[in-house]
């Protein structure tokens, strides 16, 4: 716990002395380390020459004149530290001071841009009145802040987001006007616009991922008007945070269609196989039965093993001796002779439970690894998953504690994301009576500790 508090201290007292003096430079590891980490969290920023320097965004975005000391110095004018969290002494915790009424006058400046029109400008401000919201919102609930203070911060995040989603569907349907309207730059030479540059992502204030995420938003609106409304309003009507990730989730943007998913291939993320084939040893031949473009059965090949492909889409795919996959579907597939061990990760959706039940009912694997999604574990409504999940349980499940990179589906050239499911590797592994066993092993891994050594040093 010592180390935890120190850890906190060291960020809640750089971020006071950024917030204080408008900014700060961190001369040792420990102060560097904490402030990466309030960086990655919008709190602070770097200096864009110096890499050891750190300013207040909300101080940079002030307009009012320095102080005695110059820019930053002792003189300068506050700038929002009086709402954000109080050093944290290693023996005292302190509940953040906030200040809910210039909060709230931030968002209603922001709403009052968007009525006027100046949607670009309201967008950046709700989103700075968002993210202090969060934070405010998340320290009052680590230091057991009164409810009610807890309450009026999310309210207030809500809020900012409404405005801010407002504002980024105006502007993605500006930004596609001016598409349609051949104004929008493309990038190099010559410019599209006679006599002029071009209207490009950063004029509007988004990233193109963001005009991406807007148009959704804006698509998911004018299918049901008043959705992202209701939807940052039912999460505020069960206590709960009115995040982006959720509003996105809540509203649908966040998956595909039918018609988009296809035959539903989404490819394993190296990094899995490389987890799974470090913690785990299969017999020499393995049956890959939904191989997709090869994902999951290149790396097993890599590591010695011998992989049968199949798949119920036909995409080619072949093996190491350039033998083609199987076109079947594995739901009425018969056991084969070998009674390979199994890896694959399988279709996730309706058909997911009959899968893994036919998988251990039909062929019964002396070993089998799926990739599955966390929520697995839980359910007791469908006879497949009650089968696979009680009388046949998983010897092992390794649970990713950082989750995976985002698994896009076949095809995909739009924006990556990061992903939002958590996974884990289920594994059933038979025992000396025949069956599958009785219980359950649940470990947490990190798939940063299996990389190969350049993909490691790639990652730092």
């Not at 003096?21 to 969290?41: K, P």
């Not at 950046?124 to 993210?131: G, I, Q, T, V």
């Not at 070998?338 to 997911?352: F, M, Q, S």
């Amino acid at each position: 716990m010592a180390s935890n508090n120190v850890y906190a201290t060291n960020q809640s007292r750089v971020l006071d002395l950024v917030k204080t003096h408008g900014s700060y430079r961190c001369d040792t590891q420990s102060e560097q380390r904490a402030a990466i980490r309030l960086n990655e969290r919008g709190l602070i920023r770097r200096d864009k020459k110096d890499g050891f320097l750190w300013h207040d965004p909300d101080a940079a975005a002030e307009t009012a004149p320095t102080g005695e000391g110059g820019e930053g110095g002792p003189g300068a004018p506050e700038t929002g530290a009086a709402r954000l969290p109080a050093p944290v002494d290693a023996t005292e915790v302190v509940i953040p001071r906030y200040d809910a009424s210039d909060l709230l006058a931030t968002v209603e400046r922001a709403r009052k841009l968007l009525d006027d029109g100046d949607v670009i400008a309201a967008r950046m401000l709700a989103s700075a009145a968002y993210d202090q919201a969060k934070v405010a919102s998340q320290w009052g609930e680590r230091f057991k802040a009164a409810e009610k203070l807890v309450g009026k911060a999310r309210q207030l995040q809500g809020d900012a987001l409404l405005i801010e989603t407002r504002a980024k569907i105006r502007i993605s349907r500006e930004w596609d006007a001016a598409h349609a309207a051949g104004l929008v730059s493309k990038g190099g030479r010559p410019k599209p616009v006679s006599g002029g540059n071009g209207l490009t992502a950063e004029d509007v204030g988004l990233s193109r991922k963001e005009i991406f995420e807007a148009r959704k938003l804006a698509a998911a609106e004018e299918q049901a008007p008043g959705i992202v409304e209701r939807a940052i309003h039912a999460r505020l009507a069960v206590g709960l945070e009115p995040s982006r990730a959720n509003l996105r989730a809540a509203v649908g943007t966040s998956s595909a269609t039918k018609e988009e998913r296809g035959n539903n291939l989404y490819e394993t993320p190296i990094e899995g196989m490389h987890t799974l084939i470090a913690l785990e040893q299969f017999s020499s031949m393995v049956l890959d039965p939904s191989c997709g473009r090869g994902a999951s059965s290149r790396p097993l090949e890599d590591a010695g093993y011998t992989v049968s492909l199949a798949d119920l889409a036909d995409y080619g795919t072949a093996d190491r001796f350039g033998e083609v996959q199987r076109v079947e579907d594995f739901l009425t597939s018969e056991a084969l002779p070998e009674r390979p061990d199994i890896v694959t990760n399988p279709p996730y959706g309706a058909l997911l439970n009959r899968f893994v039940a036919h998988a251990l009912k039909v062929h019964r694997p002396r070993k089998m690894a799926l990739l599955l999604n966390l929520n697995f574990l839980c359910g007791f409504d469908d006879d497949d998953r009650n089968f696979v999940m009680d009388e046949n349980p998983p010897a092992r499940v390794w649970v990713f504690r950082r989750r995976l990179p985002m698994m896009h589906r076949d095809g995909w050239d739009g924006p990556e994301a990061q992903s939002r499911m958590n996974t884990a590797w289920f594994v059933w592994e038979e025992d000396e009576a025949g069956g599958y066993g009785s219980s359950t092993i649940i470990r947490r891994v990190d798939w940063k500790d299996y990389l190969p050594a350049e993909q490691a040093e790639a990652a730092e």
